[in-house]
């Protein structure tokens, strides 16, 4: 099990991604990132619908989503469709034209949304939704939400208040048992709908991070709190409890339950030893195992809490969370994608990459045994098996 330290785990398999798409390792120090149906530039997210597929990717760099009808089983697997561009050769947001319900400009966070797929569409500043999966090239998107049409983009939210109908720099989605939740980044905020909308702009139910649905102050207007956040990304449930991955403060907010009011305070967090301190690496120029840094992306695989600390180029996992009772900053076990707790290097110490290194992991989701790692800094996406349980 290494140097790390005896208590630690490794998360992932060392042995490494089990299946690689987009970027390839190699030797060459420039490789081509022109769009087509194999290659990525910075994906940022990624949702696999089952474990035999379908597998849709954010592939963000490109202004577009891809999707592969199965599981790909080997390395450099093509997709099978494309939205957001005409074909897999073009690329440019909104494909060179004006929004509309097949386009997208920086695509981040991806789920599945009921019996269909949900789509932070960042830069236009909008969530995109399917009612069912897409099963072809460019197929409209049913529903929008923080704009009133799909043909608007405007980033509402730049005005000194916004509303539960604006969004701006939306980078994280996430559904579960009914609920919706947007991470309205740019806005500081969580936005919560109690059930899945049905209208174009229909405002949220609920806000995290702030105190009315008006207001979007970094962290609340003052300083980091048990309630604030500053830039809120991807979520999840741990326990039936929300989780966040709140990475401007680079921790991870851990509420009790579902909150159910407005600007709920969080129950704990880690990255932090408490809830006014908000440093990269808690101060530190190296990391730790109870330290974060710009973390991005968060997933759930039974007790664990798997964590892609982006600017530290890996991945922390807490599998005992539960046993420490309400305590902030608590010691990571898990790591993936460095030799030890305190290397932060991107690719670990070889500087290429590898099939077991990381540079900028953005986003991670787990289905079954398998994690998805948006490795957007590699220009890949990883399929890799579960080393934890």
Not at 70 to 99: C, R, S
Not at 346 to 355: P, V
Request: proline share 7%; aromatic share 8%.
């Amino acid at each position: 099990m290494s140097s790390k330290s005896p208590e630690s785990f490794e998360i992932l398999s060392p042995s490494g991604a089990k299946v690689i798409l987009g970027q390839q390792p190699s030797d060459i120090l420039v490789v081509p990132l022109e769009p087509n149906a194999k290659n990525m530039f910075g994906p940022r997210g990624a949702c696999l619908v089952s474990e035999t597929g379908p597998l849709w990717v954010a592939d963000t760099g490109h202004h577009r989503l891809l999707g592969w009808r199965n599981l790909p089983k080997i390395d450099a697997e093509p997709a099978d469709w494309v939205i957001g561009q005409p074909d897999f050769y073009h690329e440019g947001q909104n494909a060179k034209t004006t929004p509309g319900p097949t386009t997208v400009n920086v695509p981040t966070g991806i789920c599945i949304c009921g019996k269909g797929l949900a789509v932070a569409d960042a830069w236009n500043h909008r969530v995109l939704i399917w009612k069912e999966l897409p099963e072809d090239n460019n197929v409209p998107a049913d529903l929008v939400l923080g704009q009133k049409d799909f043909s608007e983009n405007e980033p509402f939210g730049s005005y000194l208040e916004t509303s539960g109908e604006r969004m701006h720099w939306p980078y994280g989605i996430f559904y579960h048992q009914g609920k919706l939740f947007v991470a309205d980044t740019g806005n500081r905020r969580v936005l919560i709908w109690n059930q899945l909308p049905e209208e174009n702009g229909q405002p949220a139910d609920l806000v995290l991070g702030q105190s009315n649905l008006k207001s979007r102050d970094e962290n609340g207007g003052g300083s980091p709190t048990a309630s604030s956040m500053r830039w809120p990304h991807s979520l999840g449930i741990w326990h039936d409890n929300l989780i966040l991955a709140d990475a401007g403060n680079n921790r991870i907010m851990i509420w009790q339950g579902i909150p159910t009011e407005n600007n709920t305070p969080c129950q704990m967090v880690l990255g932090q030893s408490n809830f006014s301190d908000a440093e990269l690496n808690q101060s530190n120029y190296f990391p730790s195992a109870q330290s974060l840094s710009m973390p991005y992306g968060v997933a759930v695989y039974h007790d664990w809490i798997v964590v892609a600390d982006s600017a530290n180029s890996r991945l922390l996992g807490w599998g005992d969370v539960s046993s420490y009772g309400i305590k902030n900053g608590i010691t990571a076990q898990g790591l993936t994608g460095q030799t030890q707790f305190n290397i932060k290097s991107e690719n670990g110490s070889y500087g290429q990459a590898t099939r077991n290194s990381l540079c900028w992991p953005y986003g991670i989701q787990i289905y079954g045994d398998t994690a998805i790692v948006a490795d957007s800094g590699n220009n890949r996406v990883l399929l890799w098996s579960l080393a934890v349980g």
